[in-house]
């Protein structure tokens, strides 16, 4: 036989990079045919604000409209929903199912598979922000930022706010030992973090043990970053230290990163218990 | 290439906890060959294959596949790696040719999708959403992806489960196909006809050990096995035994002079030959 040179899988970052995108928009053409998924992800924030404007109407202080100060929470919540809730039950679905087996037995960088799930995640969140700032304009009952640099601390909020909760989601994915399992364990994670978390009542007025268990977590900060886009700066306040701590905020998003990221190298795994 | 075998196995053994899988097999399949695996369930054949793939880490023995031991795969070693797992089928929304086009952007030098997707039968399909396929059609989709990165050696789990005949047949040529080509090919399966139509050499795995490897055409001594001559006699079927059978029709011919009613000449099929191993190796195992 001749000798033939066997061509070399890409290497290094940029072509993960580039099999990474290859992977989000194949994700992504699948969320979109699932119509029920999408309608539901989609205008689950919008039936959350329409609801709670209708039959909820606190008094905040500051003279700030029940419906302004639920915009950003519920942004919050969406994009907390879009990374961690979907991301650890959508991956311990297609575990159980082998479709992370059959990745593993491809060239795929393995890194291809995350950046494919953020660009998924950051997709729909980008979705679920156009839809529901639009419901409420048009409602009229809530004023968008037109000042540049608060949108740019709503870009980078975002961008940490996503890869954190999607580590977090990725590293969570392992906690449950099948997939049917998977909405029972992860749910109520996210249930008691948005109630803690201040999504539904001015997180100053949470007692302290419970403000404190809520800034371990990336939701509070999120949710936080988004109130110091869409509430006028006079709100700062009312926050905990009178500030929108946008470092702190920062930084703690950072460290649920990093930290998530070593987590799920550490122990993600690409098939089954019954299966090894 | 070189001369080294495309699998190379000496001594290979799993356990898990006290059970043991797979004990003291060994295996050489060389490049260019197609190999059957064969063996009841619970034989330790898929565990073997699972080795091979890279999937399971092994207990003991020496394994090398393309020149790489699977224990530290490498991606280099996946590109040139061909696999069809056992029963998949996760994909729901997205189309055949969505699905083989995207697995081709994993591989450095993959085959068209859309001649894939002819080479599979599957062209009629190529824009439905791969949810809506059928059981066969589905495992078409699964080979599909397993040979889209062009791989040096195919391994396929028992890949036709669920094919009506005319879907095998057309399998058949594909893998018949691939190996024109160069493609070594491993392939488990519980059809005997199955391997006796594919593979140069056959093994029988039975309680984790290697029976006999052969070709299905001298597997257990079937060459060498007596032939049975039948016919109807007129006092109803008759029928014998003979290492001469061509000797034994012409005593025949002469007997009714002519054509000899009903008459049958058949050398044990292979699974004749298998199912007396697999007994075998049961009773004295």
Same mark, same amino acid.
């Given at each position: 036989?001749?000798?033939?040179?066997?061509?070399?899988?890409?290497?290094?970052?940029?072509?993960?990079?580039?099999?990474?995108?290859?992977?989000?928009?194949?994700?992504?053409?699948?969320?979109?045919?699932?119509?029920?998924?999408? *309608?539901?992800?989609?205008?689950?924030?919008?039936?959350?604000?329409?609801?709670?404007?209708?039959?909820?109407?606190?008094?905040?202080?500051?003279?700030?409209?029940?419906?302004?100060?639920?915009?950003?929470?519920?942004?919050? *919540?969406?994009?907390?929903?879009?990374?961690?809730?979907?991301?650890?039950?959508?991956?311990?679905?297609?575990?159980?199912?082998?479709?992370?087996?059959?990745?593993?037995?491809?060239?795929?960088?393995?890194?291809?598979?995350?950046?494919?799930?953020?660009?998924?995640?950051?997709?729909?969140?980008?979705?679920?922000?156009?839809?529901?700032?639009? *419901?409420?304009?048009?409602?009229?009952?809530?004023?968008?930022?037109?000042?540049?640099?608060?949108?740019?601390?709503?870009?980078?909020?975002?961008?940490?706010?996503?890869?954190?909760?999607?580590?977090?989601?990725?590293?969570?994915?392992?906690?449950?030992?099948?997939?049917?399992?998977?909405?029972?364990?992860?749910?109520?994670?996210?249930?008691?973090?948005?109630?803690?978390?201040?999504?539904?009542?001015?997180?100053?007025?949470?007692?302290?043990?419970?403000?404190?268990?809520?800034?371990?977590?990336?939701?509070?900060?999120?949710?936080?970053?988004?109130?110091?886009?869409?509430?006028?700066?006079?709100?700062?306040?009312?926050?905990?230290?009178?500030?929108?701590?946008?470092?702190?905020?920062?930084?703690?998003?950072?460290?649920?990163?990093?930290?998530?990221?070593?987590?799920?190298?550490?122990?993600?795994?690409?098939?089954?218990?019954?299966?090894? | 290439?070189?001369?080294?075998?495309?699998?190379?196995?000496?001594?290979?053994?799993?356990?898990?906890?006290?059970?043991?899988?797979?004990?003291?097999?060994?295996?050489?399949?060389?490049?260019?060959?197609?190999?059957?695996?064969?063996?009841?369930?619970?034989?330790?054949?898929?565990?073997?294959?699972? $080795?091979?793939?890279?999937?399971?880490?092994?207990?003991?023995?020496?394994?090398?596949?393309?020149?790489?031991?699977?224990?530290?795969?490498?991606?280099?070693?996946?590109?040139?790696?061909?696999?069809?797992?056992?029963?998949?089928?996760?994909?729901?929304?997205?189309?055949?040719?969505?699905?083989?086009?995207?697995?081709?952007?994993?591989?450095?030098?993959?085959?068209?999708?859309?001649?894939? $997707?002819?080479?599979?039968?599957?062209?009629?399909?190529?824009?439905?959403?791969?949810?809506?396929?059928?059981?066969?059609?589905?495992?078409?989709?699964?080979?599909?992806?397993?040979?889209?990165?062009?791989?040096?050696?195919?391994?396929?789990?028992?890949?036709?489960?669920?094919?009506?005949?005319?879907?095998?047949?057309?399998?058949?040529?594909?893998?018949?196909?691939?190996?024109?080509?160069?493609?070594? $090919?491993?392939?488990?399966?519980?059809?005997?006809?199955?391997?006796?139509?594919?593979?140069?050499?056959?093994?029988?795995?039975?309680?984790?050990?290697?029976?006999?490897?052969?070709?299905?055409?001298?597997?257990?001594?079937?060459?060498?096995?007596?032939?049975?001559?039948?016919?109807?006699?007129?006092?109803?079927?008759?029928?014998?035994?003979?290492?001469?059978?061509?000797?034994?029709?012409?005593?025949?011919?002469?007997?009714?002079?002519?054509?000899?009613?009903?008459?049958?000449?058949?050398?044990?099929?292979?699974?004749?030959?298998?199912?007396?191993?697999?007994?075998?190796?049961?009773?004295?195992?």
């Amino acid at each position: 036989m001749t000798a033939v040179t066997r061509p070399r899988v890409g290497r290094g970052p940029l072509y993960a990079a580039r099999i990474g995108w290859e992977r989000g928009r194949f994700e992504i053409r699948e969320f979109f045919r699932q119509r029920e998924s999408v *309608v539901f992800t989609l205008l689950f924030p919008v039936i959350l604000l329409l609801f709670f404007t209708q039959v909820v109407n606190y008094k905040i202080d500051g003279g700030i409209s029940f419906a302004q100060y639920f915009v950003p929470a519920i942004l919050a *919540v969406g994009l907390f929903g879009a990374a961690f809730q979907t991301l650890a039950i959508q991956i311990s679905t297609e575990r159980e199912k082998g479709f992370l087996k059959r990745l593993e037995g491809t060239p795929m960088p393995p890194s291809a598979y995350f950046i494919g799930k953020i660009i998924m995640v950051f997709e729909v969140v980008i979705l679920e922000t156009i839809i529901l700032l639009g *419901v409420s304009a048009a409602m009229g009952k809530v004023k968008i930022p037109i000042d540049g640099g608060k949108w740019l601390t709503w870009l980078w909020v975002t961008l940490l706010g996503v890869a954190a909760s999607a580590v977090f989601g990725m590293a969570f994915s392992s906690v449950a030992r099948s997939a049917k399992a998977a909405p029972a364990v992860v749910t109520p994670v996210a249930l008691v973090l948005q109630f803690i978390s201040g999504v539904f009542f001015v997180f100053t007025t949470a007692p302290e043990w419970l403000q404190l268990t809520a800034s371990m977590f990336p939701l509070r900060w999120i949710a936080q970053g988004y109130r110091s886009v869409f509430l006028p700066d006079s709100f700062a306040q009312q926050e905990t230290v009178h500030s929108w701590e946008h470092g702190k905020i920062a930084i703690v998003l950072g460290i649920w990163t990093v930290v998530g990221i070593l987590v799920t190298l550490r122990t993600f795994r690409w098939r089954s218990d019954r299966d090894s | 290439m070189t001369d080294e075998p495309a699998i190379h196995v000496r001594g290979l053994r799993k356990t898990y906890g006290a059970q043991v899988a797979v004990e003291g097999l060994d295996l050489d399949v060389a490049r260019g060959e197609c190999f059957a695996l064969l063996g009841p369930n619970g034989a330790g054949k898929t565990t073997t294959v699972e $080795i091979l793939e890279g999937y399971r880490p092994r207990t003991g023995g020496e394994v090398s596949v393309l020149g790489v031991d699977p224990a530290k795969p490498n991606r280099d070693w996946r590109g040139q790696v061909g696999i069809v797992l056992q029963g998949t089928g996760e994909f729901e929304t997205v189309s055949v040719r969505e699905v083989v086009r995207h697995f081709a952007t994993f591989y450095p030098a993959p085959r068209d999708p859309d001649e894939v $997707i002819e080479a599979v039968g599957l062209t009629a399909k190529a824009n439905s959403r791969a949810g809506k396929l059928s059981g066969g059609q589905r495992r078409r989709l699964d080979v599909a992806l397993g040979i889209v990165g062009r791989p040096e050696l195919l391994f396929l789990d028992e890949p036709t489960t669920g094919f009506d005949p005319e879907a095998r047949q057309e399998f058949w040529e594909l893998i018949h196909q691939l190996a024109d080509e160069g493609t070594t $090919i491993l392939l488990t399966t519980h059809y005997l006809y199955e391997a006796e139509a594919l593979a140069n050499r056959v093994g029988v795995i039975a309680a984790g050990r290697m029976l006999e490897v052969a070709t299905p055409a001298t597997l257990g001594g079937r060459d060498e096995a007596a032939t049975v001559v039948s016919w109807d006699g007129p006092a109803g079927r008759e029928m014998l035994s003979t290492d001469t059978p061509t000797a034994e029709v012409l005593k025949l011919g002469e007997r009714f002079g002519g054509e000899v009613p009903g008459l049958t000449v058949s050398r044990p099929t292979l699974e004749e030959i298998y199912l007396n191993m697999i007994h075998k190796a049961e009773v004295t195992g």
